[in-house]
T-cell receptor
Framework: QKEVEQDPGPLSVPEGAIVSLNCTYSNSAFQYFMWYRQYSRKGPELLMYTYSSGNKEDGRFTAQVDKSSKYISLFIRDSQPSDSATYLCAMSAVGGADGLTFGKGTHLIIQP | DTAVSQTPKYLVTQMGNDKSIKCEQNLGHDTMYWYKQDSKKFLKIMFSYNNKELIINETVPNRFSPKSPDKAHLNLHINSLELGDSAVYFC?????????????FGEGSWLTVV
């Protein structure tokens, strides 16, 4: 079993829809949870960063962490074609000093 | 003005050759990394350096040797290239080890070994 599981998709939704992206993990030591967005032929860029359980909102993006279920989510409201990208979840136990553990990424397509 | 820049972006080379990928960051960060993204899209850490000192060296063949001449540069040299080395290599940086969750990635170097 991989440490971080993420459905690779593709996930295709119409413009304006609410998107839900998810990851599950097995390492209970993970405390820091991130979402990175990666456009085609580009490097990943940090989108959201949360510590421990709870919700965090930033504009149209909301990150949720449920440590008891070892489950994290990213919600995108009012999705736009420019949101089309691969979304990677990432986690760490000690603030990233040992490097991040990434999911495989979910390829999201927003249809105009 | 690119924050983390790496060259070359694309590299096609034959098995057995030796090649280098260069990386520079102008963010004033202390910590730099090399990550590898394989054909299955998994992104995995290879090395991290903090102020030119090697911190993380994951299970990577000895053919891969990072070099950090100063804290703004982290180059990756690969000896005796193999077909399985074909991947995208990302350089990245963060303020320090404690900020290792907020990583700034370069645009990647696509290595194809034929």
């Amino acid at each position: 079993q991989k440490e971080v599981e993420q459905d690779p998709g593709p996930l295709s939704v119409p413009e304006g829809a609410i998107v839900s992206l998810n990851c599950t993990y097995s390492n209970s030591a993970f405390q820091y949870f991130m979402w990175y967005r990666q456009y085609s032929r580009k490097g990943p860029e940090l989108l959201m960063y949360t510590y421990s359980s709870g919700n965090k909102e930033d504009g149209r993006f909301t990150a949720q962490v449920d440590k008891s279920s070892k489950y994290i989510s990213l919600f995108i409201r009012d999705s736009q074609p420019s949101d089309s990208a691969t979304y990677l979840c990432a986690m760490s136990a000690v603030g990233g000093a040992d490097g991040l553990t990434f999911g495989k990424g979910t390829h999201l397509i927003i249809q105009p | 003005d690119t924050a983390v820049s790496q060259t070359p972006k694309y590299l096609v080379t034959q098995m057995g050759n030796d090649k280098s990928i260069k990386c520079e960051q102008n963010l004033g960060h202390d910590t730099m990394y090399w990550y590898k993204q394989d054909s299955k899209k998994f992104l995995k850490i290879m090395f991290s350096y903090n102020n030119k000192e090697l911190i993380i060296n994951e299970t990577v063949p000895n053919r891969f040797s990072p070099k950090s001449p100063d804290k703004a540069h982290l180059n990756l040299h690969i000896n005796s290239l193999e077909l399985g080395d074909s991947a995208v290599y990302f350089c990245a940086s963060s303020h320090g080890l404690a900020d290792g969750n907020t990583i700034y990635f370069g645009e990647g170097s696509w290595l194809t070994v034929v």
